[in-house]
């Protein structure tokens, strides 16, 4: 198959990663940001899986699924402690969360 | 022919991925965030079609855009539309800070990728029809990888359980105080809002 480069995939996955790293840092709604979280995990998956098809070798699949599970776990636990925050009439803002702050 | 069609197919794709994820990072509104995210991950599942890892193109439909996007879904449904201005506060410090530092990780990224792998990226190796299938998968996943597999199976039991310490610990009242460690944590946020809030939770459960 002559499609495109396995550059152009890699480059498109750098350019997902930082959206998602500016949502992350711009937005300040928890629920975003995990959006934003899944949009770099998704990026670094395209870069794995790109890897794995330049290389012949299905090692950077297996590495994307393990990732893809660590995403839902992720969701998981990120979306219970958004929902504990709401259950004590919390603000959904990130930059009001200070109590756990060192 | 075949090679302009998957020419085509690839841009279409890059760019529909690309925009619905800048589109998650600006709607104000999270559910229409929630459904752009739910286009990027379609449009990624294409990108792997495309890379021949069919298998992953299909977990990744299954998965992600069909339950991680759905639970997503309920608990942007379950808060309410809270819509919120996505540059709150105009551009601050702190918004031109993170665009430097996205933009900063991106050059990164790219210029590694150009200066240390430019040329050797170019070509693809020769692979069979099997490549990416199910088959291959499940038999690296049940041999070579055995440990990541079983490593991963007890992450996602860890985050099991930890939804549900969560989500009890949200629900139960302050008469469960000196429960589990992890509720003997929570209690020390302010007790009243915590009486407030959670005797028509209490109710609900029983």
Not at chain 1, 35 to 42: D, K, Q, V, Y
Not at chain 2, 41 to 68: D, P, R, T
Not at chain 2, 143 to 160: M, N
């Amino acid at each position: 198959m002559m499609g495109p480069e396995i550059n152009a995939y890699l480059i498109l996955a750098a350019f997902l990663f930082a959206t998602g790293a500016l949502g992350v840092l711009i937005r300040r709604s928890p629920l975003i940001v995990l959006l934003s979280l899944e949009i770099m995990l998704n990026g670094a998956n395209l870069a794995l899986i790109a890897f794995s098809r330049r290389f012949g070798e299905i090692d950077g699949q297996i590495f994307a699924l393990a990732v893809m599970a660590v995403a839902a776990s992720e969701v998981v636990v990120g979306l219970g402690l958004i929902v504990a925050m709401a259950r004590r009439h919390l603000d959904l803002d990130v930059d009001k969360l200070t109590t756990l702050r060192g | 022919m075949g090679n302009f069609l998957v020419w085509v197919v690839w841009v279409a794709a890059a760019f529909a991925c690309l925009g619905s994820a800048v589109a998650v990072i600006t709607f104000a509104n999270p559910f229409y965030s929630a459904l752009a995210l739910v286009g990027n991950l379609g449009s990624l599942a294409v990108l792997y079609l495309l890379l021949s890892a069919e298998f992953v193109a299909a977990a990744q439909m299954l998965v992600y855009a069909g339950a991680v996007m759905v639970m997503f879904l309920f608990v942007i449904a379950y808060l309410g539309g809270r819509a919120e201005t996505p540059w709150a506060g105009g551009p601050g410090w702190q918004a031109v800070a993170a665009v430097g530092a996205a933009g900063a990780l991106l050059v990164e990224i790219v210029v590694a990728v150009g200066l240390k792998a430019g040329g050797r990226l170019s070509e693809e190796a020769d692979v069979d029809a099997f490549f990416g299938g199910p088959h291959e998968i499940g038999r690296l996943f049940l041999t070579d990888h055995l440990l990541a597999f079983e490593i991963t199976s007890i992450v996602l039991l860890i985050a099991a359980i930890g939804g549900v310490i969560l989500g009890s610990n949200a629900r139960s009242g302050p008469e469960s105080t000196g429960g589990s460690p992890a509720r003997a944590g929570g209690t020390r946020s302010p007790a009243p809002s915590i009486s407030a809030a959670q005797p028509p939770e209490g109710e609900a459960a029983r």
